[in-house]
């Protein structure tokens, strides 16, 4: 894929990162939120494949290579400052490491009980189950 922006033009934090905020193409659903260095969005950007680097392992992280669950790109969009990217993705499986659909599980009952984002992670949680 060819990018309408360069990776240098996009704000890196002091550890050469930038987010990147992953959504289902197929519900709008918001799946994770992981980081990219260079070799991780160029490696996205040529093999189709939501790729990262992990903070934690310090390793580059190609989402679904032990799981089985891919991210598919379908979009990269990069924000209005160049400091976060959207990634819209089709999603095989579960994107969180729980077994969950997204990451984003934990409801504020408060907030959310009459939510259709709310409602929709339930569906797919069931859709799985």
Known sequence: MKSSYS???LKKDDKGLVPVVVQE????MVLMVAYMNKEAYELTM???VMTYWSRSRQELWIK???SGHYQHVHAIFADCDYDTLLAVVDQDGAACHTGHHSCFF???AEWSAESTY???LKKAAEEQA
């Open 106 to 108: 934990r409801e504020d």
């Open 7 to 9: 990776w240098e033009q």
């Open 64 to 66: 679904g290579e032990t």
């Open 46 to 48: 040529e093999s189709g």
């Open 118 to 120: 709310v409602q929709a």
């Open 25 to 28: 193409a197929s519900t709008g």
